[in-house]
């Protein structure tokens, strides 16, 4: 198959696909092209087998049946916490907290960390294209405690330089968040120089990884970084099951989020003290069969090979790039590769939403918006674009699709 031989990579797409009985179905009578990655991936058969597998065998409520299926439950749990863990070199699996998603795992840190410990005039670090849900957040808790909001720059093409940083790096600066990875620019940060620079004066560092983990060989022990979060659906996982890795002793002198069954040791009629880490941040029943459909995505990813995938999707986005780049009116934004495995594209005298209608037509599934990144495209002087976004299933036949697609839009459209 185009894709797994065309860049001489190591990486067997051909199998993989199989993997996917999704990428089988015809969308408008036309096979389907299947580029909205960064919006979710879809699911291997690994994945859908582990997750029903809790239910068709030992489906019981964890941490506290004292039976059977109970314990097996448990085991399945927390041995998918060690999995998570192993996958992103942390050394303590006590650092893994499942959650819904990376919007859950980054307000978890903004509530718990930054509502008890900011204070008026203290500085929360961002950069201007982040992901609405490591923006809003910060914003809601600045409005709480009075602290201020600063904005790393970016370069004109999206890139972020760690110097960028040093310019409003100061005295009152507690905490620095941002991406890994621009879900618009498709910007790659040097999230172990920012953290190294944020460490140097005494700043949390948090790090949105939602476009990261599935992409690139993350080691959160190498970056660095106090907290990372990121979302199981957008890495071949179930939806609903997310992750907020955070260092063991951050976790444990944080308050808890939500309150509940499980994350208390004792409870009194007027108050309680708190469950160790992981769990005084898991209230309530937590959700298995996501965990455990999260730990057979992180197995087929560690099959598959991250280094290698990465390699594929690296080739195809340059590949993407440079079709896309030979239609005329087509604008591309964001840096020159190295950069994430998507393309964020407009193409002049068509609305980014009609042009997604029409490619659907032909069964090719792209995303048009401001994907969760207002500011970013008022920055870019647009109110939308397209975006392909890719996976380690798609090939080059299916970005010649798009591009086929788009010459086709642009003929209806008289562009
Ligand atoms: N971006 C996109 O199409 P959730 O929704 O919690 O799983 O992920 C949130 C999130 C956080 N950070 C980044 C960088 C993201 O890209 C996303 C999700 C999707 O771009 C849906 S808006």
Redesign the pocket.
């Known amino acids: 198959m185009a894709g797994s031989t065309a860049h001489g990579e190591a990486l067997d797409v051909s199998s993989l696909r199989a993997r996917f009985p999704i990428l089988e179905r015809r969308v408008h009578g036309r096979p389907l092209v299947y580029l909205?990655n960064?919006?979710?991936t879809q699911k291997p058969v690994e994945v859908l087998e582990a997750e029903q597998g809790v239910y068709l065998r030992y489906n019981a409520n964890v941490h506290r049946a004292i039976h059977a299926l109970g314990e097996e439950a448990t085991a399945a749990y927390e041995g998918a916490r060690a999995q998570v863990a192993a996958f992103i070199g942390a050394r303590d699996p006590r650092g893994i907290v499942f959650l819904?998603?990376?919007?859950?795992?980054?307000n978890l840190v903004a509530w718990a960390w930054g509502r008890r410990r900011l204070r008026a005039g203290d500085e929360i670090v961002l950069t201007p294209m982040?992901?609405?849900?490591?923006l809003v957040p910060w914003q809601m808790v600045a409005r709480e405690t009075g602290a201020r909001l600063r904005f790393m720059a970016l370069d004109e093409r999206g890139a972020l330089d760690p110097d960028a940083l040093d310019a409003v790096l100061g005295p009152r600066t507690r905490v620095v968040a941002f991406?890994h990875?621009?879900?618009?620019l498709g910007t790659i940060t040097p999230v172990a120089e920012l953290c190294r620079r944020a460490r140097a004066v005494g700043a949390l560092t948090v790090v949105?990884a939602?476009?990261s983990v599935p992409h690139l060989p993350v080691d959160v022990e190498a970056l660095g970084c106090d907290f990372l979060?990121f979302?199981g659906?957008?890495m071949y996982g179930p939806m609903g099951i997310?992750v907020l890795w955070g260092q063991p002793r951050r976790l444990e002198e944080m308050d808890p989020f939500l309150g509940g069954g499980e994350m208390i040791l004792r409870v009194e009629l007027e108050e309680a003290t708190w469950n160790a880490i992981p769990y005084k941040f898991e209230a309530g029943t937590p959700n298995v069969p996501g965990a455990v459909g999260l730990a057979a995505a992180v197995a087929f990813l560690r099959a598959a090979g991250m280094e290698a995938l990465a390699a594929h999707e690296a080739a195809l986005t340059t590949y993407a790039m440079e079709r896309l780049g030979t239609i005329p009116g087509v604008t591309i934004y964001g840096p020159p590769a190295p950069r994430g495995a998507l393309v964020t594209f407009n193409v002049e005298g068509v609305h980014p939403h009609d042009l997604a209608q029409v490619l659907d037509q032909e069964g090719v599934a792209i995303?048009a918006g401001h994907?969760?990144?207002q500011p970013l495209m008022r920055r870019l002087g647009v109110v939308a674009t397209a975006?392909a976004?890719f996976a380690l299933y798609n090939t080059t036949a299916e970005v010649d699709a798009l591009c086929g697609a788009i010459e086709r839009a642009r003929e209806f459209f008289h562009a």
């Open positions: 909205d960064a919006a979710t819904r998603n990376a919007t859950e795992a980054l982040e992901h609405h849900s490591n991406t990875c621009s879900n618009v949105d939602a476009q979060a979302s659906h957008k997310g995303r994907h969760c990144a975006r976004s």
